[in-house]
């Protein structure tokens, strides 16, 4: 629905009526041929009907788009009196603000806040409502802190709403306390079995250590027992060696003795120079 023609002051123009209830239009949509619906008014039509009311060309929601620019401008610039103004509100706005000058105009019937009061009054008289309304909230008089909501309220036992709370108090913790052990019981239990788990992958990591421990000390004895092979090979290569330089010395001794010997006998005989050798040549030659 739209707003009602006799809020506005001065002369409306008819493109700017909702061409279904005829009123100003609120939050407008228009159709490809033109013609422009309150929101509201439109959609109400087009559950019914497949048309647009004015010319019934054929249309649907899609088609719907929001009013253009220029008129919109020309909506807005309307000049209307509050809805209050029956109840004395004599303010008159545009229609761009008059949503926001409602929301706060002091004429305006709002529901009392107090739980149970059905009034409705005055925005500027709540204040004043509120401080008599039977349904407003205060405390016990007689110091227990209990808030009284409602006139039969006024006739409660402190002592007795006390004990009440005591019990309420009581339960809410024994249900606390009960849920933190129950929380911790689960978390213990899952640390048990995660501390489980742990133990068997490191026991499995134990055994397996324990056997590469193994295999290593196999094979360290197993190098051990070769290296000790190895160093007697190589004493009994070093022994053979040792021996092997004593009769190679033994044969260069006796070599060199030898040697010696061979000396002596040839120096008996002094061999011939080369001048004697040639005097003795024409000699021999002679002989012959």
């Known amino acids: 629905m739209g707003y009602d023609i006799e809020r506005f002051v001065g002369y409306v123009n008819e493109g700017l009526l909702c061409s279904i209830c005829r009123d100003v239009l609120e939050d407008p949509l228009q159709a490809p041929c033109e013609h422009a619906f309150c929101t509201a008014c439109i959609h109400g039509w087009l559950v019914h ?153 490191l026991q499995n990591e134990i055994e397996e250590l324990k056997s590469q421990m193994s295999r290593v000390m196999s094979d360290v004895r197993s190098l051990m027992a070769a290296e000790r092979q190895h160093r007697q090979e190589l004493e009994q290569a070093e022994l053979e060696k040792r021996e092997l330089m004593e009769l190679l010395r033994g044969l260069q001794k006796d070599c060199r003795l030898s040697t010696a010997e061979g000396s002596r006998k040839t120096t ?17 030659v002679t002989v012959i």
Do not use: W
Not at 97 to 119: F, K, L, M
Not at 268 to 281: D, I
């Open 49 to 201: 009907h497949s048309n647009c009311p004015e010319d019934r060309q054929v249309i649907d929601v899609s088609v719907l788009r929001p009013l253009y620019r220029y008129m919109k401008n020309d909506l807005n610039r309307l000049q209307l009196h509050c809805k209050n103004r029956e109840h004395g509100c004599e303010m008159v706005c545009s229609l761009e603000s008059i949503d926001r000058h409602e929301r706060e105009c002091e004429y305006s019937q709002i529901p009392c806040s107090n739980a149970g009061c059905t009034v409705q009054i005055e925005r500027r008289n709540l204040d004043g409502h509120l401080a008599v309304c039977e349904y407003r909230s205060r405390e016990c008089p007689n110091g227990c802190g209990y808030t009284i909501l409602s006139a039969e309220d006024t006739q409660h036992n402190c002592v007795a709403e006390l004990r009440t709370e005591l019990e309420l108090l009581r339960s809410e913790m024994i249900c606390r306390v009960e849920e933190a052990k129950h929380e911790m019981e689960s978390r213990l239990d899952s640390q048990r079995r995660h501390m489980v788990q742990k133990e068997s992958v």
């Open 268 to 284: 008996n005989f002094r061999p011939l120079t080369r001048l004697e050798s040639a005097k003795r040549k024409p000699r021999e």
